[in-house]
């Protein structure tokens, strides 16, 4: 079945440090491929998306790009924010299914 | 902008009791699901839900489950008979289905406590 395996956190940076949070994916077809973040308290929002190979999907300063021949939607930030500290979820939606396969989600603490 | 709404914020329950969680997607969109998201555990797909059927379901979506659409704005999760295993975050989503996008646009979510 599809499943998703994303790098255990948390991941504790400071102000301005670069991020990598990596997501791999085993699905079916050419899947859709989503990051989602869950602020405190709050419910997951979208933050990016990718629907074909090589596609880089952006927003607010986070990339990422749909590797298909290594099966990867890696998370980047050039530099963090305080305000970016919550949990992030990678979310591959396989082709002909309705749902996403969420990862673990890696809980990222930015310290100022 | 349109959101996803989710009443109540935080129910609780006893065991056995019967809880419905109610949901009002986003305008116009024609695709709903319901996901939980056990404390500390990820986000699990519990069903889909299009053309006032279901259209997709997970091995967690046993009979306990139902879902409906009552009327034009409100879609709900029913859970017949709780156990203490149903307390979670209860995620609504919505997608449009129209124009190729599919984004699922999630609520804020609903605490189910079990007692």
């Known amino acids: 079945g599809d499943s998703v395996t994303q790098m255990e956190g948390p991941v504790t940076l400071s102000e301005e440090a670069f991020l990598t949070i990596n997501c791999t994916y085993t699905?079916?077809?050419?899947?859709?491929l989503f990051w989602y973040v869950q602020y405190p308290g709050e419910g997951l929002q979208l933050l990016l998306k990718a629907t074909k190979a090589d596609d880089k999907g952006s927003n607010k300063g986070f990339e990422a790009t749909y590797r298909k021949e290594t099966t990867s939607f890696h998370l980047e930030k050039g530099s963090v924010q305080v305000s970016d500290s919550a949990v992030y979820f990678c979310?591959?939606?396989?082709?002909?299914?309705?749902?996403?396969?969420f990862g673990s989600g890696t809980r990222l603490q930015v310290q100022p | 902008e349109p959101e996803v709404t989710q009443t109540p914020s935080h129910q609780v329950t006893q065991m056995g009791q019967e809880v419905i969680l109610r949901c009002v997607p986003i305008?116009?969109?024609?695709?709903f699901y319901w996901y939980r998201q056990i404390l500390g555990q990820k986000v699990e797909f519990l069903v889909s839900?299009?053309?006032?059927?279901?259209?997709?379901k997970s091995e967690i979506f046993d009979d306990q489950f139902s879902v409906e659409r009552p009327d034009g704005s409100n879609f709900t999760l029913k859970i017949r008979s709780t156990k203490l295993e149903d307390s979670a975050m209860y995620f609504c989503?919505?997608?449009?289905?129209?124009?190729?996008?599919?984004?699922?646009?999630f609520g804020p979510g609903t605490r189910l406590t079990v007692l």
């Open positions: 839900f299009y053309n006032n059927e279901i259209s997709e």
């Open positions: 699905a079916t077809g050419y899947p859709s």
């Open positions: 305008s116009n969109h024609l695709y």
């Open positions: 979310a591959p939606r396989a082709t002909g299914r309705r749902a996403l396969t």
């Open positions: 989503a919505s997608r449009s289905g129209t124009g190729g996008t599919d984004t699922q646009y």
